[in-house]
């Protein structure tokens, strides 16, 4: 049942959306922006909604299957577009700010629809949490001028969560799955093929029963995290696993004994 809080922070966001002549919203299928683009549909209409997503190489095939499957079931108007980040030196290079550059590749293209749309504004789903982390990505979303429902209204990730399930949206409790180039170290460079073998070595580990995972592309070996309390039951499968992983084209695996930890990759950062 949504609480007091919450439900005034629904009232915030009908508000907000009151002044919204349009929405084009950036999903990606999680459910931070799975939440605005349903809520940009629930208060203007689907006339007045579309929601773009982008079949990059760095979003999961399951992740855009999902989001395609979210869309039919609330009837979103859905628009994928093909975003060309690997072909950016400042991208594939990966430095430290590469989400940056992900991002303004993905606000450009969302630009050049502004025409097509006038007046309408450029929405996304960063929540009131998402400061606090490190995201370079949002300095792109203010250079393009993109509007972020969350952050104005104050809304967490639990409060986030909270409306998502308020509504029956089936990503009300979906694991966070940042993009796939998030698991290769800063300076090594991105490439397609590693992106594979990340997405593929992660359904391994999922369909093993470990929904909550990562795994870290370090060249010629993949470290797995999952969560600390898993780390017992995952080693009764390990001898299994490994190979399978191995077969994808690593040369050998690691269990990261540390557990997961979000954002792991970016303790570099502090270090340098």
């Not at 609480?3 to 919203?25: D, H, I, Q, R, Y």
């Not at 577009?81 to 430095?95: A, G, H, S």
């Not at 593929?200 to 995972?213: H, L, R």
Request: aromatic share 10%; charged share 25%; net charge negative.
């Amino acid at each position: 049942m949504i609480n007091n809080v919450t439900m005034s922070k629904l009232s915030e966001l009908e508000c907000w959306f009151k002044k919204c002549p349009g929405a084009l919203v950036a999903f990606s299928g999680g459910v931070d922006s799975s939440l605005v683009a349903y809520l940009a549909k629930h208060f203007l209409g689907a006339k007045r909604t579309l929601a773009v997503i982008s079949a990059s190489p760095s979003l999961k095939l399951s992740d855009l299957d999902a989001g395609k499957q979210f869309a039919l079931g609330i009837n979103l108007p859905l628009r994928i577009i093909k975003t060309r980040e690997l072909e950016n030196p400042d991208y594939f290079n990966n430095p430290s700010n590469r989400c940056y550059y992900c991002k303004h590749s993905l606000y450009d293209e969302l630009q050049d629809m502004v025409s097509e749309f006038p007046d309408w504004w450029v929405l996304n789903g960063t929540n009131a949490d998402d400061a606090s982390d490190y995201r370079p990505g949002l300095k792109a979303a203010q250079e393009f001028e993109v509007r972020s429902p969350l952050v104005d209204c104050s809304v967490d990730k639990n409060a986030v969560r909270e409306l998502a399930e308020s509504f029956h949206l089936d990503c009300w409790d979906k694991p966070a799955s940042p993009c796939l180039s998030s698991r290769v170290p800063y300076g090594e460079q991105i490439t397609f093929e590693k992106l594979r073998q990340i997405e593929s070595a992660e359904a391994i580990i999922q369909d093993a029963g470990f929904p909550i995972n990562r795994v870290r592309h370090y060249g010629n070996y993949a470290q797995v995290e999952i969560p600390n309390e898993a780390i017992q039951l995952i080693k009764e499968h390990w001898e299994l696993l490994e190979q399978k992983i191995i077969a994808l084209g690593f040369s050998y695996v690691r269990l990261d004994t540390e557990g997961f930890v979000s954002g792991k990759l970016n303790r570099s950062i502090g270090a340098q």
